[in-house]
């Protein structure tokens, strides 16, 4: 499943990885998936969302999608 994706997205900076932030995962410009961060672990180049796509959630591999973010304004840095 893959969704049209928003102008409000912007590249993301994983050294400011933040649970909380909203995320598009993209492939081919097309997002496969868009959530909130809920677990990280930068270390391992990974992390948790509730995909607001398919309702379900998904491990978001840093080397599979190109990762774009919208960061809302309760955001908490993640460590990993």
Same mark, same amino acid.
């Given at each position: 499943?893959?969704?049209? #994706?928003? %102008? ?7 050294? #400011? ?5 909203? +995320? !598009? @995962?993209? $492939?081919? $410009?097309?997002?496969? #998936?868009?959530? #909130?961060? !809920? !677990? ?9 969302? $509730?995909? =607001?796509? =398919?309702?379900?959630?998904?491990? +978001?591999?840093? %080397? ?8 809302? @304004? !309760?955001?908490?840095?993640? =460590?990993?």
């Amino acid at each position: 499943m893959s969704a049209l #994706h928003s %102008d409000k997205f912007r590249p993301y900076d994983f050294s #400011h990885l933040c649970l909380g932030d909203l +995320i !598009e @995962a993209r $492939q081919n $410009q097309r997002v496969h #998936h868009r959530g #909130h961060i !809920e !677990e990280a672990h930068p270390d391992l180049g990974v992390f948790w969302i $509730q995909d =607001t796509i =398919t309702g379900s959630r998904r491990l +978001i591999d840093f %080397d599979s999608f190109e990762i774009f973010f919208g960061r809302p @304004a !309760e955001a908490v840095p993640a =460590t990993g």
